[in-house]
């Protein structure tokens, strides 16, 4: 495997994990403020398990951003 081949498949691999990450904290971003919305006012936010869930995907995806952006090989300038 060349160079090029490996830099180009490690520059694929880190912009599907931070375009994975960006995904999961939209979808599940919008899915815990529906939450919040639906629940206003019936039940504390944090008492029920979709609360609580949307929060740790929501991590999740910020971690799986910062992992993806850290294995980018252009990060430094070198291409």
Known sequence: MTKETAAGE??????????????TVLVSGLLTISWRVYTAGKVPFWSAWPGILGVAVV???????????????DRDGRS
């Open 10 to 23: 490690a520059r694929q691999r880190s912009a599907d994990l931070a375009m994975s990450g960006i995904t």
């Open 59 to 73: 991590g999740a995806g910020f971690i799986m951003m910062a992992i993806g952006y850290g294995l980018d090989p």
